[in-house]
């Protein structure tokens, strides 16, 4: 997350495991040198904010998945990072959240992220590379 002090003028302050006293565990998710994730988990109401690595919009989700891995890791789904966590409710920054049996669409998207992975190819490969370059260049 070190591009965000460059690009705002505030005050700016860091949590490694916790954020502040909100009960929100942090789990620090880097799947590329330039790809750092933040995801919150407070176990006390189940709330599961995933930034970018999750999502229920268009580019995240193909068939009848309500919660789908972002195409850059259906072939390596971030089961250690997730897939012992039992979410009440999903938030996304992609997305509507799933407030309705969060935690078994969870486990359908990380279970079944790599089976599905030649249709997202199909359906969002032209979408996620152009995001992806936006996102870089940035």
């Not at 880097?30 to 229920?56: C, K």
Request: proline content about 6%.
């Amino acid at each position: 997350m070190n591009r965000v002090a460059e690009r705002i003028d505030a005050p700016i302050e860091r949590f490694e495991t916790a954020f502040g006293r909100s009960g929100f565990d942090i789990y620090r998710f880097e799947p590329l040198s330039l790809w750092q994730e933040a995801i919150a988990y407070r176990e006390s109401d189940g709330t599961l904010v995933v930034p970018d690595l999750l999502g229920s919009g268009p580019g995240y989700t193909v068939g009848s998945e309500r919660v789908g891995v972002v195409l850059s890791h259906r072939l390596a789904p971030p089961k250690e990072t997730l897939g012992d966590l039992q979410p009440e409710r999903l938030l996304f920054g992609h997305g509507d959240g799933v407030f309705e049996e969060a935690s078994e669409a969870l486990d359908t998207a990380l279970s079944g992220a790599r089976r599905r992975l030649p249709r997202a190819l199909v359906t969002q490969f032209g979408t996620n590379l152009r995001l992806f370059i936006a996102a870089m260049a940035d």
